[in-house]
């Protein structure tokens, strides 16, 4: 069920519903339109009360120098991404889509493949990445091309409207939701504030935070319990009445905030506000088992509300103005710009440059970064069992793992923000130790499998600011082209060129991790 806090809907131009006899009769037509409009305003406008907790962080005198930049960083993202042409992260999603179908509405049964038409319209017509890959045989896959297939799940309920949740949601954040089979004895507090803290900590940082934290004690099965952290991170059970099927805890909730940021982690770079807040939920459970759910929605919360009423369809009312939220030009934006870094010249003299620098200083790049994530990696290491050399464009220019959202018309690039650094970490000492992959720019922490390469072979890893796509699109990226693979899409290599964008040393080549050092203080 979902149970929302109270919202402002707005209503949005569908096709006609018809209120006859007591029945609500919905055609086809207007869950296209709505599930259209729904994913056209969650991959580009914000909730306000997201934007206000943004700016919270940078107003607080507690918060360190970098959480302070990142916010400035991810508030000029949603004022870029308000545009409605730049989505807020280049990772556009999975499409989730949950509904309740009140027993007076009448449809024609198909409401679901409708939604997914009108998911479709919106990553066709508008500047989303397609991330879906069909398999094609059991080890080989495909990108479908449309975004396709959408998660849905659509249950029934009572009453004449038929309400949605529809989350854009982003594989770094849905990487970091666990399910953990515990046993009775940890229904004590101690026992449970102790195991949490531990697993909290344990998401780090590679799924862009600060976070909206869901946490879920219970559940009939392992299902019910995952869905009910989707639905808490997302807000959807802020309002949940207590029954002896469950209940929210909200004393629990603000008694884990502080100690949970209390880690240091901070907002991606060190700091005191690695969750925004947190939602816990208490389920019933089978006597003998007690699974325990944890979940977040990243800094691009693209979460939003609608339903199907007599008067027509509704949307939550998203911030279209979050230009509001951002500091007086001047205000404590970051002290020092770092150094920067001429990535055109040949890289031992990068590299000779970043050994002057500690973990944790701040650098401006400025030249050519080339491009590659999973795929290409693959490719990559397949050429080397094949006894080929890897190519040369990785020896001479750092590589930031990425994966563009498509390129609007006049611009450069789509939004082009990092992904999780740590699904590359098992190719990087074998390719350093080939010349290549020495300087490394992507998001979050990473194993020691990385630290021990970069000391081993002089390597650097870089981090950027995740959730701040756009902001990098129309400020930081001057030109784009693929330079192989063409055929994996998103997935391809491409050679870009940056003017001044920030990034931070995280692991250096003298064998330290800057969050390594944050977590053992």
């Known amino acids: 069920m979902l149970f929302p806090a109270p919202t402002e809907y707005r209503k949005i131009d569908a096709a006609p519903v018809r209120f006859e006899n007591g029945y609500l009769r919905v055609p086809a037509e207007t869950f296209e339109d709505l599930a259209f409009a729904a994913f056209r305003d969650a991959s580009h406008l914000l909730r306000a009360d997201h934007l206000r907790a943004l700016r919270a962080v940078f107003d607080d005198p507690s918060s360190s120098a970098n959480e302070r930049f990142v916010a400035v960083q991810l508030l000029k993202n949603a004022n870029v991404a308000s545009g409605m042409v730049l989505p807020l992260c280049q990772d556009t999603g999975t499409a989730v889509v949950f509904g309740e179908k009140g027993h007076l509405v009448l449809t024609d049964g198909e409401e679901a493949a409708a939604v997914e038409r009108g998911i479709k319209k919106a990553y066709a017509t508008l500047n989303l990445r397609y991330s879906q890959n069909a398999p094609t045989s059991f080890f080989t896959e495909r990108n479908t091309g449309d975004n396709l297939p959408a998660q849905i799940d659509l249950t029934a309920a009572k009453g004449n409207e038929y309400r949605f949740l529809m989350i854009a949601k982003g594989g770094g954040s849905a990487n970091k939701t666990y399910l953990f089979q515990q046993t009775r004895a940890l229904l004590n507090k101690p026992a449970l504030i102790s195991f949490l803290l531990e697993k909290i900590r344990e998401i780090g940082t590679a799924a862009c935070p600060p976070y909206h934290l869901a946490v879920v004690v219970g559940g009939t099965g392992a299902e019910a319990n995952l869905k009910a952290v989707k639905l808490a991170s997302a807000k959807a059970l802020d309002a949940m009445p207590a029954t002896e099927s469950g209940f929210r805890d909200t004393d629990l909730e603000n008694e884990l905030l502080p100690l949970i940021n209390a880690n240091g982690l901070g907002a991606q770079f060190g700091g005191s506000h690695f969750c925004l807040d947190v939602r816990v939920i208490r389920l019933s459970r089978h006597g003998a088992s007690l699974p325990v759910g944890i979940g977040v929605s990243c800094v691009?919360?693209?979460?939003?509300?609608?339903?199907?009423?007599?008067?027509?369809?509704?949307?939550?009312?998203?911030?279209?103005?979050?230009?509001?939220?951002?500091?007086?030009?001047?205000?404590?934006?970051?002290?020092?710009?770092?150094?920067?870094?001429?990535?055109?010249?040949?890289i031992a003299e990068t590299l000779a440059d970043l050994d002057k620098l500690s973990v944790g200083d701040r650098v401006m790049l400025n030249g050519t970064l080339i491009v590659a994530r999973d795929i290409a990696?693959?490719?990559?290491?397949?050429?080397?069992?094949?006894?080929?050399?890897?190519?040369?464009?990785?020896?001479?220019?750092?590589?930031?793992?990425?994966?563009?959202?498509?390129?609007?018309?006049?611009?450069?690039?789509?939004?082009?923000?990092?992904?999780?650094?740590?699904?590359?970490?098992?190719?990087?000492?074998?390719?350093?130790?080939?010349?290549?992959?020495?300087?490394?720019?992507?998001?979050?922490?990473?194993?020691?499998?990385?630290?021990?390469?970069?000391?081993?072979?002089?390597?650097?890893?870089?981090?950027?600011?995740?959730?701040?796509?756009?902001?990098?699109?129309?400020?930081?990226?001057?030109?784009?082209?693929?330079?192989?693979?063409?055929?994996?899409?998103?997935?391809?290599?491409?050679?870009?060129?940056?003017r001044d964008f920030p990034a931070f040393v995280l692991t250096d080549n003298k064998g330290n991790d800057f969050f390594k050092r944050i977590l053992k203080k």
């Open 377 to 498: 990696h693959a490719r990559f290491r397949e050429m080397l069992e094949r006894g080929e050399d890897l190519p040369d464009y990785l020896k001479r220019f750092p590589i930031y793992y990425a994966g563009p959202a498509k390129t609007p018309a006049g611009l450069p690039s789509g939004s082009f923000g990092p992904t999780t650094a740590g699904r590359m970490d098992s190719y990087v000492d074998l390719f350093q130790k080939r010349g290549a992959s020495l300087i490394m720019l992507a998001k979050g922490n990473r194993s020691d499998a990385v630290t021990k390469a970069c000391r081993d072979n002089g390597g650097f890893y870089l981090g950027a600011t995740g959730g701040a796509a756009a902001q990098t699109a129309a400020e930081h990226i001057a030109d784009c082209r693929c330079l192989a693979f063409p055929e994996l899409g998103m997935e391809a290599v491409w050679q870009i060129t940056v």
């Open 300 to 346: 691009a919360d693209r979460n939003v509300l609608a339903k199907i009423t007599p008067d027509g369809a509704f949307l939550e009312r998203l911030e279209t103005d979050p230009a509001r939220y951002l500091p007086d030009v001047g205000d404590g934006a970051p002290d020092d710009a770092g150094t920067t870094l001429d990535l055109n010249r040949p």
